[in-house]
C-alpha cells in the first residue's frame, strides 16, 4: 500500500462510520487498566512489538507499521493484505480512528500511549468490524444508551428452537479434565440462559450438536490461526455455525481464583466462555468495558456476569423469560 492523493474507498467509509461515532457518547477510557502494558513489557506477547511505534502518525515510515496494518486487517479495519508497507498512510489513520472510537479512546488517528497500550490487550479473535460494518460502537446510537452490537443481518438460532445442545469435542491439547471442563461451560451457559428463553444441554455427540467447543493451537483449519499466549485468546462464529475455539497455549484457570493463579498471565476460563457464547447466540462486540461483550480482558480476571448491556443485546434476539 502505498501514499495516495486522491481518496480512498475505505477512507470514504471509515470517515463515514467516525462521524456517525461522533453522534454517540463516547465511552470513557479512564479505567483501561495499565496492566495491558506492563504485562506486555515482561512477557512475550504477539503485539509487543506495538509500543515502538509509540507516537506514530500519518506520513512517517516505520519499521513495524505493517505489522499494525496486519492487526488492524485482522480486526477488521483495514482490508486483508499480503502487500502492506510500513508507510502511516492515510488509510491507516482512519482505521485507528475508528479504532479509538470503538474503544472509548481520544479520536486522534495517532499511535498515542493509550491506544498502543490497548492494543497490545489480549483479546478474543472475533473481528471488530465485519465486511465494512463495525460491530461495536457505530450501531450503538440505534440502542439508545446501549452499546451492544449484533453480527452483520442480526443472525441468530430459529425462534423455535429453545434448546441448543453442545459438545466439548477438542481436549487433547489441554491439561484440564473433562469433568471440570463441563462444570465450567454449564455454569458460562447457564449465565445466558437465566436471561433469554434459552437452554443449553451437554451431548456427548459432537455430529449432532448444535454447538462444538474445543481447544486448538496455531492454525487448526478454520482461516483463524492462534498466535500463543496472550493475543488472541478465543473466538466463536456467528448463529448458526456453532464453532467455539480456545487458545490451547494460554494458561487457563478452570477452578480455583484466577486471581491468586501461579502465572502472571493466567486466564479464567468461565470469563472467556461466557464472552465466545454471547457470540454462538448472534451478539458481536460491545464498546462498553463493563460489558461481557467487551473484546479484551486483563490476565488473572473473574468477569463472569453479565452488564445490562450484555442482557438488553440478548433478550433482543431471542426476548427473556
Known amino acids: 500500500m502505498t501514499m495516495a492523493s486522491t481518496t480512498s474507498p475505505l477512507l470514504v467509509l471509515l470517515?463515514?462510520?467516525?462521524v456517525v461515532a461522533l453522534v454517540a457518547a463516547p465511552v470513557s477510557s479512564a479505567d483501561l487498566p495499565s496492566t495491558f502494558a506492563d504485562i506486555a513489557s515482561k512477557i512475550p506477547n504477539?503485539?509487543?512489538a506495538f509500543r515502538n511505534l509509540t507516537g506514530c502518525h500519518f506520513g512517517e515510515e516505520q519499521q513495524g507499521v505493517a505489522k499494525l496494518k496486519d492487526y488492524l486487517a485482522h480486526f477488521g479495519y483495514l482490508p486483508e493484505s499480503s502487500g502492506?508497507?510500513?508507510?502511516?498512510?492515510?488509510?491507516?489513520?482512519?482505521?485507528i480512528k475508528v479504532y479509538q472510537r470503538n474503544f472509548g479512546l481520544n479520536i486522534t488517528g495517532?499511535?498515542?500511549?493509550?491506544?498502543?497500550?490497548q492494543m497490545m490487550a489480549p483479546r478474543c479473535g472475533v473481528a471488530d468490524v465485519i465486511n465494512g460494518t463495525?460491530?461495536?460502537g457505530a450501531s450503538s446510537h440505534a440502542h439508545g444508551r446501549n452499546l451492544y452490537s449484533y453480527f452483520p443481518g442480526s443472525p441468530s438460532w430459529p425462534r423455535s428452537k429453545k434448546r441448543l445442545t453442545y459438545a466439548i469435542t477438542d481436549t487433547a491439547a489441554t491439561t484440564i479434565d473433562r469433568a471440570t471442563l463441563s462444570r465450567v461451560f454449564a455454569r458460562a451457559f447457564a449465565r445466558w440462559s437465566a436471561a433469554t428463553t434459552l437452554n443449553f444441554t451437554e451431548?456427548?455427540?459432537a455430529r449432532d450438536a448444535d454447538i462444538t467447543i474445543g481447544f486448538h493451537a496455531g492454525d487448526h483449519g478454520d482461516g483463524e490461526a492462534f498466535d500463543g499466549p496472550l493475543g488472541t485468546l478465543a473466538h466463536a462464529f456467528a448463529p448458526t455455525d456453532g464453532r467455539f475455539h480456545l487458545d490451547a497455549a494460554e494458561a487457563w484457570v478452570a477452578a480455583g481464583d484466577v486471581s491468586r493463579a501461579s502465572s502472571d498471565v493466567a486466564y479464567d476460563?468461565?470469563?472467556v466462555a461466557v464472552h465466545e457464547i454471547g457470540h454462538l447466540l448472534g451478539l458481536g462486540h460491545s464498546s462498553e468495558p463493563g460489558a461481557i461483550m467487551y473484546p479484551s480482558i486483563t490476565p488473572r480476571t473473574r468477569k463472569v456476569d453479565l452488564a445490562s448491556d450484555d442482557v438488553v443485546g440478548i433478550q433482543s434476539l431471542y426476548g427473556n423469560k
Not at 502492506?84 to 482505521?95: H, K, N, R, S, V
Not at 498515542?112 to 497500550?117: G, K, R
Request: no cysteine; proline share 3%; glycine share 0%.
Open 134 to 136: 463495525s460491530t461495536m
Open 110 to 117: 495517532v499511535m498515542d500511549a493509550t491506544t498502543v497500550a
Open 269 to 271: 476460563l468461565e470469563s
Open 46 to 48: 504477539p503485539w509487543s
Open 15 to 18: 470517515s463515514a462510520m467516525a
Open 84 to 95: 502492506f508497507t510500513d508507510i502511516f498512510d492515510a488509510d491507516l489513520e482512519e482505521a
Open 203 to 205: 451431548t456427548a455427540s
